[in-house]
């Protein structure tokens, strides 16, 4: 949220987006081999140069071999490294990676016809990247590139590949077919779903799935959940493994049970619902008890939770000084208030001291554990994820699938990412929400402080404008969350924001386009979401302090909605 952290500007990121040009994999003939050297990195940099001593190996993480390239941006140097390739002329190459890490980049010049390149944003997990190129009718060798943004994290690059004609220069060894994965096990369930987890296997390049003898999905990290599944029902499970070379046995067979009943995403909500932040702080907005929040709230969201020494584990103090006094009995009592008048109430994971990191299986049990364990003891109804620092999409969902099995199917569960979070479903914050989606409740994502955007239709759009919103939340609704999982995340007043705050009309007018077609600006969506959940802002307490315009105009609006 606004007041208590710095927001980052990617007006510049969205620009460059524009520029790159994605292209498919090609098809190679039998004779094709790869012409990089050192592809996997495991002889160092070896016949690699990086900028500005940018680059190292590091042992973890890793596609797979021993070593990885890590790239750190520094200033104005973004990390680029580059090997000369000898190829053919006249003839055409896969290029591909496998990234992890900071926005990635990866690219051919010297090509002697088109140099291309191909980016993905920030991912917790390996991801592929890959391009094709041409060689002009005198070009022996072209120049590889990988970098990462300006400023921004590191990233990390493996198996580099281009896939061809031998253009004479001596490359790696091609790869063999992989063992079968072993440690296949079963992660957590629902009552429609199972997730399933295993080990690494060396030289793999992604994994396949196979759910009572029939393949039924493909990825490339340790870990799988398979949705659509029957309540209390039984299912086998086998993993292979997969390279270029070819794929690998299939796994020992493991069982998971659906449950009885799961998780149906917050239980009794209004179907057009409002959400509102309460500060456990005073940065002077009003100052209010749970008491005083108004009743156009439907989900409040108390605002932090602390981090604790226990890595993913999470803690909440009252901040009873700053309150006026306000005491954990008439808090607990106020939570019970709420209930009692229909009103959800979560624990909020973010804040200016919340850089919470779940980053393993222990990270994420202690994340689960400790979120029930505050829901047991003040009556949360659930949580809200609103970490800016990133996020592991394979960890998140695993905790977040286990803070499932313990509450049950009443659990709420939202979360609040930035626009850059949501511009690709590769996104790790994405991710998450599509992980975890048959328990989701909603995504309330926060248009400002942002900067510029792509919107859904390629476009790019400022924020403080109903086109901002609408074009952007369109990315949300194609990207395969239900439109009862989308809000709109809007700052209550000029104060509670460093940019990007607009009128509760503007807020109401972007709600009637996308659930009804109405009051758009110039981008107008392919079709309708009636089903949109509703609104969200940052905060009630700077509602208040606004004389709650806010909430008495979109909070009405919400809930007129049809």
């Not at 000898?86 to 496998?98: C, D, E, G, I, R």
């Not at 009873?320 to 009103?343: E, N, P, R, W």
């Not at 386009?513 to 009636?530: D, I, Q, R, V």
Request: aromatic residues 8%; neutral net charge.
């Amino acid at each position: 949220m606004p007041v208590l952290r710095k927001r980052r500007l990617w007006a510049g990121v969205a620009m460059a987006a524009l520029a790159l040009s994605f292209a498919g994999t090609g098809q190679a003939s039998a004779a094709d081999t790869n012409n990089a050297k050192n592809a996997g990195f495991e002889s160092g940099l070896t016949n690699w140069t990086c900028t500005a001593g940018s680059g190292t190996t590091v042992s973890s993480p890793v596609h797979s071999g021993s070593s990885a390239l890590k790239g750190t941006p520094a200033g104005q140097d973004n990390a680029q490294c580059t090997q000369s390739v000898a190829v053919k002329p006249n003839s055409t190459y896969t290029l591909s990676a496998w990234v992890q890490g900071g926005y990635s980049y990866l690219g051919v010049t010297g090509t002697g016809t088109t140099d291309v390149s191909t980016w993905t944003p920030d991912t917790s997990s390996w991801k592929q990247l890959s391009t094709t190129f041409t060689t002009g009718a005198s070009t022996t060798s072209v120049s590889v590139y990988t970098h990462g943004w300006y400023g921004q994290a590191a990233y990390y690059a493996d198996d580099i590949s281009v896939y061809g004609p031998d253009g004479g220069g001596g490359g790696d060894p091609a790869p063999t077919v992989p063992a079968a994965p072993t440690g296949v096990s079963v992660s957590s369930t629902t009552s429609s779903s199972v997730s399933l987890a295993w080990s690494t296997v060396s030289g793999a390049t992604g994994y396949n799935v196979y759910r009572n003898g029939t393949k039924i999905t493909a990825v490339t990290g340790t870990s799988a959940t398979v949705t659509g599944l029957a309540a209390s029902t039984s299912y086998s499970f086998q993993v292979t493994a997969t390279n270029s070379a070819g794929e690998s046995g299939k796994s020992a067979t493991v069982t998971g049970t659906t449950t009885a009943t799961g998780g149906n995403g917050g239980g009794s909500l209004p179907k057009h619902a409002v959400t509102g932040y309460w500060q456990n702080f005073n940065n002077g907005a009003t100052v209010q008890k749970l008491s005083a929040v108004s009743s156009q709230y439907d989900i409040i969201a108390v605002a932090f939770a602390d981090a604790t020494t226990t890595p993913g584990a999470v803690s909440f103090t009252l901040d009873s000084a700053g309150l006026g006094g306000y005491t954990v009995d008439q808090f607990k009592a106020d939570i019970a208030a709420k209930h009692a008048a229909g009103k959800k109430v979560v624990i909020s994971i973010g804040g200016q001291n919340g850089t919470i990191s779940v980053s393993d299986s222990a990270s994420a049990a202690n994340f689960a554990n400790s979120v029930y364990s505050l829901m047991q003891t003040y009556g949360f109804d659930g949580v809200d994820i609103d970490l800016e620092n990133g996020i592991n999409a394979t960890y998140m969902t695993q905790a977040l699938r286990s803070l499932s099995s313990k509450a049950g199917s009443s659990l709420v569960i939202t979360m609040a990412p930035q626009t850059i979070d949501m511009q690709s479903t590769s996104n790790a914050y994405f991710q998450t929400a599509l992980n975890i989606k048959d328990i989701l409740t909603v995504v309330n994502m926060q248009y400002y402080n942002s900067g510029t955007m792509l919107g859904c239709d390629g476009k790019v759009y400022g924020q403080g404008s109903v086109d901002f919103i609408t074009a952007l939340a369109c990315i949300q609704l194609q990207g395969g969350l239900a439109p009862s999982q989308v809000g709109l995340g809007l700052p209550a007043s000029t104060s509670a924001a460093g940019s990007g705050y607009v009128s509760p009309s503007i807020v109401n007018n972007a709600l009637d386009c996308l659930t009804a077609g109405t009051n758009c600006g110039t981008f107008k969506p392919s079709k309708t979401y009636p089903d949109l959940r509703g609104a969200m802002t940052w905060s009630t307490n700077w509602d208040a302090s606004a004389g709650s315009s806010w909430s008495n105009s979109v909070g009405a609006h919400v809930h007129a909605l049809l």
